[in-house]
């Protein structure tokens, strides 16, 4: 069943071509990249010159009900936002019965292939410091009730050591503004997950056998009590303030630490 599914997925989802006009209005100049249930074009809007990204839903989800209603949430997420580190959304179109939405485009390069392909390294203090923007950029979320959810390198953006954070594609909005634990929670382990990933770009494993990071990292007792507590090995963090507070008690270890 799934090599079949994955066979109508080929067939049907075939990226739009380059020079292809999308709504009379953007030019598409490549593909940036497929997800999920996502297409994303790099597009030239034709009056204003200015490059954006398109993002299509799959046609082979286009017939989904579910598919069709996340792809509508992202867009309402994004409607609600307003972040200079965060894709501004321009709108959202039909064009040949398939469902397409429009932003800003961040001309950067994701985190995963900065450290996969460009060797890109970071140290306790640079870990500790992209944290902090990512942390800036969470708590801005869960001041409107919104979860990202989907917190990886992928969907992290970096220009000059500047943080970006994109794909929403997973987050909830919580419209009646109650705090869900889980949700919050997700975000924070994510966070310390994505610290831990950051720490592990400078480890040379001098072993044979694999030790757990405790033991084969050396960092400070702070860092590692904030690594503890965002992956909920002890009490987990229960709001941003508290992440804050034990962050700038880490960054306050690192010599040279200034404007944080």
């Known amino acids: ?3 079949i599914r994955k066979l109508y997925q080929f067939f049907v989802d075939k990226p739009i071509k ?5 709504n009379n209005h953007y030019e598409v100049l490549k593909l940036i990249g497929t997800g999920s249930y996502g297409i994303v ?3 030239e809007e034709l009056e204003t010159r200015e490059k954006v990204v398109v993002k299509q839903l799959r046609p082979s989800k286009s017939s989904n009900r579910k598919e069709v209603k996340m792809f509508e949430s992202e867009i309402s997420v994004l409607r609600k936002l307003s972040h200079d580190k965060i894709p501004t959304f321009y709108g959202s179109f039909l064009h040949k019965k398939q469902l397409f939405y429009v932003m800003s485009f ?3 390069d994701n985190l995963e292939d900065q450290i996969f392909f460009s060797n890109l390294t970071f140290n306790e203090k640079e870990s500790l410091l992209i944290l902090y923007q990512l942390l800036d950029l969470v708590d801005y979320l869960h001041k409107k009730h919104i979860y990202h959810q989907d917190l ?5 953006l970096l220009k000059n050591r500047e943080l970006f954070l ?3 594609g997973l987050s909830i909005h919580n419209d009646e503004g109650k705090e869900t634990v889980e949700m919050r929670q997700q975000d924070y382990y994510d966070l310390g ?3 831990l990933y950051l720490l592990y770009t400078t480890y040379s494993s001098k072993n044979k056998k694999a030790l757990p990071w405790t033991e084969e990292l050396s960092l400070e007792n702070e860092t590692v009590y904030l690594l503890k507590r965002l992956l909920q090995i002890d009490e987990p963090y229960s709001n941003t303030s508290e992440i804050f507070t034990d962050l700038h008690a880490a960054l306050s270890k690192q010599t040279g630490v200034t404007g944080t």
């Open 41 to 43: 074009y790099l597009c």
């Open 18 to 22: 380059k020079g292809e006009l999308l």
């Open 193 to 195: 997950d994505i610290l």
């Open 1 to 3: 069943m799934r090599t």
């Open 152 to 156: 990886r390198i992928p969907n992290i």
């Open 106 to 108: 961040i001309d950067g």
């Open 166 to 168: 994109i794909d929403f």
